[in-house]
């Protein structure tokens, strides 16, 4: 394979001149000391006495220190080659939004222990299956708040879903239509699949859930609407955790509180978005096959990107650098040195 080879520091390229002078200084000294020493010896004499070697040997040695500091600069330009060889990184390709109804009605034990409880479980158990994606965590009940942004940190997104309960946005009701808009807005800027999981289980008290539905479809966001309860209307019981009774969920006039789900708002919600309204019912809920019929369908996997890199090259020249400089120590050196003959 023939590699593009391309120099990071191209101007290095002048420190050629500096090996040229280095090796022009050690051929002058090697003939200077060789002319000084023939001054006192005769050509047959200094032959006999002196270990060093022919003129011919000289000069390979001396060439070979010239490769090696041609190959030393070579290395400091640090060559590189691009497109040689691909990589595969993955990278997060889609957001997750879970918008989650707090609203006391989701204390009902028709889902053991209770409605809050049992979702939490579930969407933990949702994270573990979306490695790779981000998520975050709105809370509603008649008004909503970003309990967790976006963040591939599954520990901490855990670790807040599990403080979540009724008192987590301070005023009951559930308003469904701000909900959606605090979701939207909380998805930022971006590209790459996004998703909302909006689990709710009570009647919208706000007029402007569709119009929310819309600008989440305009952002390129597909709602999928988990619905608690019953479309008819049932009254949440709740057990008391000092005696251990039963008891109505009662307002604030002593009437007895009816949850009454609208699920064909959620419906049409998440139409609008090219989703999906899932009727989860009064029972326990199954996160899990949903996450798998509905949700995981809409999640693009993490992509494989296939990407050029570069790769460094200077350790070649280095290496070849080492094994002349070798080279040049072994030749030029005598095998033996010769006896004066008597």
Same mark, same amino acid.
């Given at each position: 394979?023939?590699?593009?080879i391309?120099?990071?520091?191209?101007?290095?390229?002048?420190?050629?001149?500096?090996?040229?002078?280095?090796?022009?200084?050690?051929?002058?000294l090697?003939?200077?000391?060789q002319?000084a020493?023939?001054?006192?010896l005769s050509?047959?004499?200094l032959?006999?006495?002196?270990?060093?070697?022919?003129?011919?040997?000289?000069?390979?040695k001396?060439?070979?220190?010239l490769?090696?500091l041609?190959?030393?600069v070579?290395?400091l330009?640090?060559?590189?080659?691009? $497109?040689?060889?691909m990589?595969?990184? =993955?990278?997060?390709?889609?957001d997750?939004?879970?918008?989650?109804?707090?609203?006391?009605?989701m204390?009902?034990?028709?889902?053991?222990?209770?409605?809050?409880?049992?979702a939490?479980?579930?969407?933990?158990?949702l994270v573990?299956q979306?490695?790779?994606?981000?998520? $975050?965590?709105?809370?509603f009940?008649g008004?909503?708040a970003?309990?967790?942004p976006?963040?591939?940190d599954?520990?901490?997104?855990?670790m807040?879903?599990?403080?979540?309960d009724?008192?987590s946005v301070?005023?009951?009701?559930?308003?469904i239509?701000?909900?959606?808009?605090?979701?939207v807005?909380?998805?930022?800027?971006?590209?790459?699949?996004r998703?909302?999981l909006?689990?709710t289980?009570?009647?919208?008290?706000?007029?402007y859930?569709?119009?929310?539905?819309?600008?989440?479809?305009?952002?390129g966001?597909?709602i999928?609407a988990?619905g608690?309860?019953?479309?008819?209307?049932?009254?949440?019981?709740?057990?008391?955790p000092?005696?251990?009774?039963?008891?109505a969920?009662?307002?604030?006039d002593g =009437?007895?509180?009816?949850?009454?789900?609208d699920?064909?708002?959620?419906?049409?919600?998440?139409?609008k978005?090219?989703?999906v309204y899932?009727?989860?019912?009064?029972?326990?809920?199954?996160?899990?096959?949903?996450?798998?019929?509905?949700?995981?369908p809409?999640?693009r996997?993490?992509?494989?990107?296939?990407?050029?890199?570069i790769?460094?090259?200077?350790?070649w020249?280095?290496?070849a650098?080492l094994?002349?400089?070798f080279a040049?120590?072994?030749?030029?050196s005598?095998t033996?040195?010769?006896?004066?003959?008597a």
């Amino acid at each position: 394979m023939i590699y593009e080879i391309n120099f990071l520091y191209p101007q290095l390229i002048h420190l050629v001149w500096v090996a040229l002078a280095v090796v022009a200084l050690l051929a002058w000294l090697e003939l200077r000391g060789q002319s000084a020493l023939g001054r006192f010896l005769s050509a047959q004499m200094l032959s006999r006495l002196s270990d060093q070697a022919g003129l011919s040997r000289r000069g390979l040695k001396l060439g070979l220190i010239l490769i090696t500091l041609v190959l030393g600069v070579v290395a400091l330009m640090r060559p590189q080659s691009h $497109g040689a060889q691909m990589v595969s990184s =993955n990278r997060v390709a889609s957001d997750i939004m879970v918008v989650l109804d707090v609203s006391k009605s989701m204390l009902a034990e028709d889902a053991a222990p209770n409605r809050l409880s049992r979702a939490q479980a579930e969407i933990i158990e949702l994270v573990d299956q979306l490695q790779g994606h981000r998520v $975050g965590l709105v809370a509603f009940a008649g008004r909503a708040a970003v309990l967790c942004p976006l963040t591939p940190d599954y520990g901490f997104f855990r670790m807040i879903l599990r403080a979540v309960d009724t008192n987590s946005v301070g005023r009951g009701g559930t308003r469904i239509g701000e909900a959606i808009r605090k979701g939207v807005a909380a998805f930022g800027p971006g590209s790459g699949a996004r998703l909302m999981l909006l689990i709710t289980d009570g009647e919208d008290h706000d007029p402007y859930a569709l119009d929310a539905a819309t600008k989440a479809a305009e952002a390129g966001i597909r709602i999928v609407a988990i619905g608690f309860g019953s479309e008819d209307g049932s009254e949440i019981t709740l057990t008391d955790p000092e005696t251990g009774a039963r008891r109505a969920l009662v307002d604030g006039d002593g =009437n007895v509180v009816r949850s009454r789900l609208d699920g064909e708002l959620l419906r049409t919600v998440a139409l609008k978005t090219d989703g999906v309204y899932v009727p989860a019912g009064t029972a326990a809920l199954d996160l899990e096959s949903i996450i798998d019929a509905h949700v995981k369908p809409m999640v693009r996997n993490t992509e494989s990107v296939s990407r050029a890199i570069i790769v460094e090259r200077y350790h070649w020249f280095i290496a070849a650098s080492l094994v002349t400089l070798f080279a040049a120590t072994r030749v030029g050196s005598r095998t033996g040195r010769r006896r004066v003959q008597a």
